[in-house]
């Protein structure tokens, strides 16, 4: 079997090596074993990290992603725990885009503001018509 040191690891995930230490004390990844006292990791600890930073780039929390590694029973199918947390997700989304569409329209409406100070965008915005 294949083992590597914990640089290798992170250069082949493209993280620094405190992020394994970090996913390691997490609990989210485990060392294959210790080799002259340093931490050796399997192909199983490299690909877990590669689905830890996709799972990471598309938005799921460390939380969220301890549920995908072992909030699920064993036999539990991949695609059904992925199904769980993304349809959360989904819902996350729809409300970060409705929060974006309404922070959107308020930005655009301000930047277009005719006050002369902001005591009058004050009584404005309080009277909902700035």
């Known amino acids: 079997m294949d083992t590597f040191g914990i640089g290798e690891v992170a250069r082949r995930v493209g993280v620094r090596a405190s992020t394994v230490r970090y996913y390691e004390a997490r609990g989210l990844i485990e060392p294959f074993g210790r080799t ?5 990791y ?11 930073n996709f799972a990471k780039e598309v938005g799921f929390s460390l939380a969220e992603i ?4 072992a909030g699920f029973p064993l036999d539990t ?6 199904s769980e947390l993304a349809a959360a997700k989904l819902i996350e989304l729809d409300a970060m885009s409705q929060r974006i569409a309404v922070m959107r329209a ?3 409406r301000i930047s277009r503001c005719g006050c002369r100070d902001l005591d009058q ?3 404005g915005i309080a009277a909902k018509t700035c």
């Open 66 to 69: 301890r549920k995908l590694l």
């Open 121 to 123: 965008c004050a009584r």
């Open 106 to 108: 308020a930005l655009e």
């Open 77 to 82: 199918p991949a695609g059904m725990r992925w």
């Open 36 to 40: 002259g006292g340093k931490r050796v």
């Open 42 to 52: 399997g192909r199983e600890a490299v690909e877990r990290m590669a689905l830890i």
